[in-house]
């Protein structure tokens, strides 16, 4: 399971590296990925979204702006090294971070921007992959230590009746019960 995550992790800082140089390509050359009108990663990587915190209009020039693939680049790389840890729960929580940034992205994309890009829908979907692989990760985890408590509840109350003898130094033979006074 840790394995296809930090391959979906890798797959996904892949996409944010090719989203991050469509980010610092000249605005006047068309993009790879510039397929329709409705399907332009060049207008939406120079967008004043692409950054982050995002561009206002009457920003002065020479303020810094981290551009948000260069987050999905720290966000996908945090996820491989956990993944590959075993940190289910951090990685968990790293899908549900990183799912909320790009369900928000999405949104700008279909709402306020009316364009998409198509590397930042494949960061969708994977993250949202990685979202559904790791919550279903950590839920058998969970599961499978409410199992490992009801054996050991279940082996406690085998192993309870003999304590007393173990303890006590009983002597009787093999096969007899301790005293049922405790």
């Avoid at 990925?33 to 915190?53: L, M, Q, W």
């Avoid at 987050?71 to 996908?76: K, R, S, V």
């Avoid at 007393?164 to 405790?182: D, I, K, L, N, Q």
Wanted: net charge positive; with cysteine; charged share 15%.
């Amino acid at each position: 399971m840790k394995y296809l995550v930090a391959l979906l992790a890798l797959a996904g800082l892949a996409v944010s590296i090719m989203a991050l140089r469509i980010h610092y390509m000249d605005p006047g050359q068309a993009p790879p990925c510039a397929v329709t009108e409705k399907f332009d990663c060049g207008a939406v990587n120079h967008s004043r979204f692409a950054v982050f915190p995002p561009k206002t209009f009457d920003e002065a020039p020479g303020k810094h702006h981290i551009p948000v693939a260069t987050i999905g680049i720290i966000g996908y790389a945090l996820i491989l090294i956990l993944a590959l840890l075993g940190r289910w729960w951090l990685v968990f929580e790293a899908a549900q971070i990183g799912f909320l940034c790009a369900a928000f992205l999405s949104y700008l994309e279909a709402y306020v921007m009316e364009k998409w890009c198509i590397y930042c829908l494949w960061s969708q979907g994977i993250m949202t992959a990685i979202l559904l692989v790791t919550s279903r990760a950590f839920l058998r985890a969970h599961d499978q230590a409410a199992l490992a408590r009801e054996i050991g509840a279940a082996l406690d109350r085998i192993v309870r009746p003999w304590k007393w003898t173990v303890a006590s130094g009983y002597r009787g033979s093999a096969f007899s019960r301790p005293p049922t006074g405790r």
